[in-house]
């Protein structure tokens, strides 16, 4: 258990790094702690970008990690959406806050759930578990990027749209999901179908670890049936067929 300032005391000391290990290995870390973790990171690029342009950069300051890499680590931890919603409205009320982070998600969204499907049909090939964070050390999970920006949207639907910078990421994010829930239905679609054969795989991944007893000639026999019996309904355009080698 931490008190609530473990992500606040480190990174007052510029221990940046620690806050990233934080999120990924410390339980309990509060969404106020993640969302003002962020609004610092954004306040603090913020006034550098300008120094910049000012020609007063100074070479001294510590380093802050970019957004992408700190709200990476946030979206990647066990988070309530709830509670980041409740934070967000408290920490990230500034629309152009929103719109940089909005910004982050947009560009994550590329890819979808497309890359999650090629991940699990490798895993399924190799007979390993997928493991979501093979697609970049970057990107998080695609469904806690949904999650966020759900919850995102849902905080600050109004100031965001009371902004006007920010009605071409919304355009943007928009053409990102619409393809993403239309595959989603199609593939509900073959739920029902496909489910007694991913059954029947998980179960002959087990046999061969040992850890169920291997099934009879007579349950083999039933289970095909059963198997062939929902190959030959089909669904829409989609015919499940076996290939015999």
């Known amino acids: 258990m931490v008190d609530g300032t473990l992500l606040r005391r480190l990174s007052e000391r510029g221990h940046w790094e620690n ?16 969302m003002s973790s962020l ?12 120094s910049s342009d000012a020609m007063d950069l100074d070479l001294s300051e510590p380093w802050i990690p970019p957004l992408e890499t700190l709200l990476s680590a946030c979206l990647s931890y066990d988070f309530s959406p709830v509670a980041v919603r409740l934070s967000i409205r408290k920490y990230l009320s500034d629309a152009r806050d929103l719109v940089a982070i909005l910004g982050v998600l947009e560009g994550w969204l590329h890819g979808g759930i497309e890359d999650e499907m090629k991940l699990a049909l490798m895993s399924t090939v190799k007979s390993v578990a ?28 109004i100031a965001l749209l009371q902004y006007q910078p920010s009605y071409d990421l919304l355009r943007k994010t928009l053409a990102q999901i619409e393809p993403e829930i239309d595959r989603l239905d199609r593939l509900e679609q073959l739920r029902g179908v496909l489910e007694p054969f991913a059954k029947a795989h998980v179960r002959t991944l087990r046999e061969k670890a040992g850890c169920v007893p291997k099934e009879s000639p007579t349950e083999l026999k039933r289970q095909r049936k059963r198997m062939e019996q929902q190959a030959s309904l089909g669904v829409g355009l989609y015919k499940l067929e076996e290939l015999v080698l």
Do not use: G, W
């Open 19 to 34: 806050v990233i290990l934080s999120l990924r290995t410390v339980i309990d870390v509060s969404e106020d702690e993640m």
């Open 130 to 157: 997928v493991n979501t964070e093979s697609r970049t050390t970057v990107v998080p999970p695609y469904p806690k990027i949904i999650t966020f920006l759900q919850t995102l949207l849902d905080a600050s639907c």
């Open 39 to 50: 609004k610092f990171v954004i306040d603090t690029h913020r006034k550098r970008e300008k």
